[in-house]
């Protein structure tokens, strides 16, 4: 009888493993001479889940400083994130845009 080779997997020990942590990322949102704060207070609160007192602060300081850390997130959140204020905004006629990037 044929002796067939062993096809069992190999068992993995933990430094054979490699975690990579999750690395978290900055959303970002720029100022723009068109967008209105009430649509950036709006975004603040439905996107990013800000209590009113805090979207108005952070629009303040999109406007004042040009850019604003809203959020730091999963990568993939923060995408997402990126992707529902771009989509919001060039529903409603905006120029608005955010961007991520590491933390």
């Known amino acids: 009888m044929p002796v067939l080779p062993d ?13 990579e ?4 990322y900055k959303v970002i949102l720029l100022d723009d001479h068109v967008t209105t704060f ?10 990013f889940q800000k209590d009113h007192p805090t979207a ?3 629009t303040m300081e999109v406007h004042r400083s040009g850019s604003s850390h809203v959020a730091t997130l ?5 995408e997402l994130r ?8 060039r529903k ?12």
Do not use: N, W, Y
Not at 7 to 19: F, L, N, Q, V, Y
Not at 21 to 24: A, E, H, K, L
Not at 39 to 46: C, D, Y
């Open 7 to 19: 096809t069992r997997p190999e068992e993995m020990t933990s430094a054979d493993r490699k975690i």
């Open 21 to 24: 942590p999750v690395r978290p």
């Open 38 to 47: 009430d649509f950036v207070i709006r975004i603040l609160i439905s996107v």
């Open 56 to 58: 108005v602060v952070l």
């Open 74 to 78: 999963p990568r993939e959140m923060a």
């Open 82 to 89: 990126q992707m529902q204020v771009h989509d919001a905004a």
């Open 92 to 103: 409603e006629g905006f120029p608005f845009r955010c961007v991520i990037e590491p933390a």
